[in-house]
């Protein structure tokens, strides 16, 4: 199956539309169902055991539902991290930002489009930067440049994506049955059409040689993608 990257609706809608809103509450739900939030915070646990500071920065972050969910996984392991969310739309709410501050994480939100964020500076801001669903949004050129900028910027990279394949797909038409409206339903199958396999990300990441990268499937729907700087 040919990577193809088309619109999602989500993306064309205002962030507070009603629509847009229950599509994001479907991405939780499916999150949940997939188990994005273990994948990531085990992750995250062994990129940074026994290191501090910690500062982490979420690209495609949303309203930080998603990296909340990580945060209550992390809880009982006592890994806090200062974070910084990026996302185009406003959609932060204040319930979120406490919860995350019981959790002992300092949160903020830059509203910013990802790409841009990255452009300003070229010199490291966060220790590691997460990504979860967003990557596959991105045709091969748009995404070698994030890339290269998410390189020059942190120290580890991980994130979790749609897995491309038959199964995934045949699946992802079936989201209505766990509730998941309009919205959702178009855009799940656009999504796994425009998911990764194989090392599809590993091969648009530069200077491999001084990253230790690490790609391959998690369960049956997701891609996980993890780039460590060696020294």
Do not use: Y
């Amino acid at each position: 199956m040919e990577r193809l990257v088309e619109n999602e609706l989500l993306d064309g809608l205002p962030a507070r539309d009603p629509r847009a809103a229950r599509s994001r509450r479907d991405i939780q739900r499916l999150n949940l169902l997939m188990g994005h939030h273990r994948i990531m915070a085990k992750h995250l646990s062994e990129s940074f055991t026994g290191r501090a500071p910690r500062s982490l920065a979420e690209l495609g972050a949303g309203g930080g539902e998603f990296l909340l969910s990580v945060a209550q996984q992390l809880a009982s392991r006592a890994e806090t991290f200062a974070a910084t969310l990026v996302d185009c739309a406003d959609v932060f709410e204040s319930e979120t930002r406490d919860a995350f501050v019981r959790l002992g994480w300092n949160v903020n939100a830059e509203i910013s489009d990802a790409l841009a964020w990255l452009r300003r500076t070229n010199k490291e801001r966060a220790d590691v930067i997460v990504t979860n669903l967003f990557l596959h949004q991105f045709q091969d050129r748009d995404l070698r440049e994030m890339l290269q900028l998410a390189a020059n910027s942190t120290r580890t990279l991980i994130a979790v994506e749609p897995r491309r394949g038959f199964w995934p797909l045949l699946l992802s038409r079936f989201v209505g049955l766990v509730g998941c409206g309009a919205v959702t339903r178009f855009d799940a199958p656009v999504s796994v059409r425009a998911g990764f396999q194989g090392r599809e990300l590993s091969a648009l990441w530069p200077d491999p040689k001084n990253w230790e990268l690490t790609e391959r499937r998690a369960g049956l729907f997701s891609h996980v993608f993890i780039a460590r700087r060696k020294s």
